[in-house]
DNA sequence: TTAAAATAGGTGCATATACTCTTATTATGC
DNA sequence: GCATAATAAGAGTATATGCACCTATTTTAA
């Protein structure tokens, strides 16, 4: 195998290109919130429970398109922490998820924090270049996912 | 806060929207390089290694933009199936990383099931979305990384 | 030359991801 | 009404990620 072509591998994976970036993208958000005591991922569980009335792990993880075991297990530190709140669902099969009062409260806080960071990055891209940065990922999203 | 506004941050937060679409293309990838037994990770490690006389840990980690001691717990398993050796640097300090022969011969079977992958995620998404999707992700790494 | 700084690397811990398998419960078809 | 399907969820296992901390070496500077 050619040098050139090992080149051509690391630049043209989509696969290791997605998630390098998405390693740098993730420890810009991780520093902002790390003030509130969240993760990138975990700001994303708490915003998609906050309004939610009916979440449950299998909604919540087509909500999210995520692997249903991933959520459950990203949820259990917050759960540990008081965040996240499971009660019994409609079904004795279902849980219902919602937020704690502590829950509202470490998100309110979290809020501006993720909106410093959001704001980072789009300076840091420039706001024409992060407009298409997100229309490609939703396009990929849109395409990949066989949900 | 108003609903509007948590749908407003699930569709636009970079971090989240970056995570699913790699979600989505790794699993593509994963499935085409099954067959090799690789993940897209790994195949990317191999890659990298294919040709290097002079890899170390640190050194490797530096050249895929990931931290250090990631790298080393990806290699573990790859060391595990005998695809990589760990033999004594020029230094007592160092490491000096390389595929073994068994290494070389399953990356070269992964090889076509990678440009299969990627053929298929460049298909799917058209390639002129493709280019553009990769031209903004080289951009984040480059603006993101304190590197 | 030797104490301090820099370098290379690993471990402990915690989270993120997802496949497979298992259990419990509900819904369906006959 | 009951055997079977489908649904909801968790556990086991394995990899991916990265911070804080530690050890072992080498380099540098006084």
Redesign the interface.
């Known amino acids: 195998?050619k040098?050139s072509k090992?080149r051509e591998?690391?630049?043209?994976?989509?696969?290791?290109?997605?998630?390098?970036?998405?390693?740098?993208?993730?420890?810009?958000?991780d520093d902002f919130l790390a003030a509130s005591g969240l993760r990138?991922?975990q700001f994303?569980l708490l915003?998609?429970l906050?309004?939610s009335e009916t979440a449950t792990v299998t909604r919540l993880s087509q909500a999210?398109?995520?692997?249903r075991t991933t959520l459950t297990r990203n949820l259990k530190p917050l759960q540990d922490q008081g965040l996240v709140r499971v009660s019994p669902g409609e079904d004795r099969r279902t849980r219902a998820l919602s937020l704690s009062a502590k829950g509202r409260r470490v998100f309110?806080k979290a809020?501006p924090l993720?909106e410093q960071?959001?704001k980072q990055?789009?300076a840091?891209?420039g706001k024409t270049?992060?407009d298409?940065?997100?229309?490609?990922?939703?396009?990929?999203?849109e395409?990949?996912?066989p949900y």
């Open positions: 195998m040098p090992l591998i690391e630049m043209s994976c989509t696969c290791f290109n997605l998630r390098k970036a998405t390693r740098a993208v993730t420890a810009v958000f990138g991922t994303t915003a998609a906050y309004q999210l398109v995520m692997d309110g809020v993720w960071a959001q990055v789009i840091s891209l270049n992060w298409g940065l997100m229309k490609h990922l939703h396009l990929t999203s395409r990949m996912n």
